[in-house]
């Protein structure tokens, strides 16, 4: 049984910081592509950072420079470290792991974790 638990969120004013955190369990996490995304009310849910299983990190522009991806194999944990928030930044922020396999890939979500940065 996969599961993904996301904590952290909490609203917070503009400019100041929160780190995220996404518990993975029933997944050989270090063989994971971990991601973060996010989803706004009746908006498309995108991408925010990811980071291979080798540790390689990717940004989306809106936050390149602000947030830092992290990853704790031992813990089975992925980190998201948002500084400089913005108002922009509001939504309900989902952990994402990903692996290709021979079958297919393999894609797992978490139940969300809401963000909300106030002005």
């Known amino acids: 049984q996969v599961q993904l638990v996301e904590s952290g969120g909490e609203l917070v004013p503009a400019g100041g910081s929160l780190r995220l955190s996404c518990l993975a369990s029933g997944i050989s996490f270090s063989t994971y592509a971990m991601a973060w995304y996010r989803q706004a009310p009746g908006k498309q849910r995108e991408l925010v950072a990811l980071i291979s299983s080798l540790g390689s990190p990717h940004y989306a522009d809106s936050v390149k420079g602000r947030f830092t991806i992290s990853r704790d194999n031992a813990k089975n944990t992925v980190y998201l470290q948002m500084n400089s928030l913005k108002p922009d930044d509001t939504g309900a922020y989902y952990c994402?792991?990903?692996?290709?396999?021979?079958?297919?890939?393999?894609?797992?979500w978490g139940q969300g974790t809401q963000v909300t940065v106030s002005s």
């Open positions: 994402n792991a990903a692996r290709f396999e021979r079958e297919g890939p393999s894609n797992y």
